[in-house]
């Protein structure tokens, strides 16, 4: 059969969440790329209440064919965002973008189309982050990147449920729709929720080297604190017993040290050092293994002292 006539047989739909993010250059992009994939596909971008300078620059891509910009009436957060976008897609296969994104390769599109068919239920492209250092207040989030999401799909596979980055990632909508739908709560973190409930009920997960550039980086004190954030939404799921397997180390680190009683002595280092570990972090130079500890320290006060 000839390959072209294959690639017609596919159908995606594209989805983007937005918020305060010029999305022109990430959409004429993979407009780009999905004509010459000759695939039937549509792209979706909803807009979750962006100030209106940004929502009058990204509606020109509502110029190009098959592609649609929408404003949501308020900001309902990211989990939201993506059923709705998840419920208005016409195709099966829903591949989800974050704004602040650039596809790596000029065959990005192909890649997860040449994979459409092959079983699973979830493919995920990766991260990837430029050589070129940021600014020193950004300093935090990029060395966190490079050194703990920028990692080859060979490695991801190992553990297939513990990366998995929603930036950029390939599922079927009927999977979607059911996983994101057991996620009730607004907060930052839930991508570590979303991982558990893709290994708890087996679905199939498997990385690829696809990665986008993350663009967006956050300035070294609102990253901590989503951090922090993240950490919260983990002990509310644990609270709530709603994490029945997981890949997280944090978490199953965490388990461990409270099995152990060790939790007493790292809730104890973070209230006695917790300011020195920020003053390093927040630094031009942050250590990212300290980081971890930072993090060890954290879920561990935050359990007994909340």
């Known amino acids: ?47 979750d209440y962006s100030n209106k300078k940004t929502g ?49 390769s000029h065959q990005f599109i192909s890649k997860y189309i040449a994979l459409l068919s092959t079983g699973n239920d979830a493919i995920y492209g990766g991260f990837a982050y430029t050589l070129e250092q940021p600014k020193n207040d950004y300093m935090l989030r990029w060395r966190y990147g490079t050194s703990n999401e920028q990692v080859h799909a060979s490695k991801r596979n190992k553990t297939p449920y513990k990366i998995v980055i929603s930036a950029n990632f390939l599922i079927k909508k009927t999977v979607f729709l ?70 997280n180390s944090l978490y199953n680190t965490y388990k461990s040290l409270k099995r152990l009683k060790l939790n007493y002595l790292f809730s104890k280092i973070y209230r006695v050092f917790k300011n020195r570990f920020k003053k390093n972090l927040l630094s031009r130079k942050p250590d990212i293994r300290l980081l971890q500890f930072y993090k060890l320290s954290y879920i561990c006060y935050q359990d007994l002292n909340s």
């Open 1 to 47: 059969m000839d390959d072209k006539f294959t690639l017609t047989f596919y159908m995606l739909s594209v989805l983007i969440p937005v918020y305060n993010y010029d999305i022109r250059p990430l959409v004429n992009l993979l407009h780009e790329q999905l004509i010459a994939s000759q695939v039937e596909f549509e792209i979706i971008c909803l807009d």
């Open 56 to 104: 009058i620059l990204n509606a020109e891509i509502k110029q190009l064919q098959y592609t649609s910009y929408k404003l949501s009436s308020n900001n309902f957060g990211r989990v939201a965002t993506r059923q709705a976008l998840a419920k208005q897609a016409s195709y099966d296969w829903l591949l989800f973008l974050d704004a602040d994104v650039m596809p790596k």
């Open 178 to 247: 059911e996983l994101n739908s057991q996620i009730t709560q607004r907060g930052y973190g839930y991508d570590n929720y979303f991982g558990a409930l893709l290994k708890s009920l087996q679905f199939k997960v498997y990385h690829i080297d696809n990665e986008v550039y993350h663009l967006g980086l956050e300035p070294n004190e609102i990253y901590l604190h989503k951090i922090e954030q993240s950490i919260d939404t983990l002990l509310k799921l644990d609270l709530n017993k709603e994490i029945q397997q997981t890949d």
